[in-house]
């Protein structure tokens, strides 16, 4: 059995689910959108529907709004939650293993303090017209 590219099968998940929820909350298109280095994000097919969907208003490597991967100025992911998580895992079951335990243990405090770091940072962001927060 063949299993399908991941690039395709990001793409539909855009397609059917992303966008469809953006649309109702994004009316003036407003939304810019983020995504990291993964390499399915940046098949042909990814990039030319991103840009018709998020014109000149998405971020990431070979984007119109290019940033590195995996910087943690914008991303709160990147800034949290992956150092949250212990060491590399040594298969996919310990991966989602670790995943689990580790997102049961996020307080509602926890979150609160991400988004207010994120929040500050997109501030700093906007004054500094788009530098890099950290070095």
Known sequence: MEMPNAGIVYLNMLQEFLILQLDEDDQEGRIHFQQDGAPPHYLGEVREYLNASFPGRWIGSAAPIAWPPS????????????????SLP??????????????????????????????????????????????
Do not use: K
């Not at 910087?71 to 709160?76: F, G, H, V």
């Open 71 to 86: 910087s943690p100025d914008l991303t709160p992911l990147d800034l949290f939650l992956w150092v949250f998580i212990p």
């Open 90 to 135: 040594a298969d996919v079951v310990e991966l989602r293993t670790r995943i689990t335990a580790s997102v049961a243990e996020v307080t509602p405090e926890m979150l609160r303090s991400v988004w207010q770091e994120t929040d500050y940072r997109w501030d700093v962001c906007r004054i500094t017209n788009g530098s890099h927060i950290e070095p």
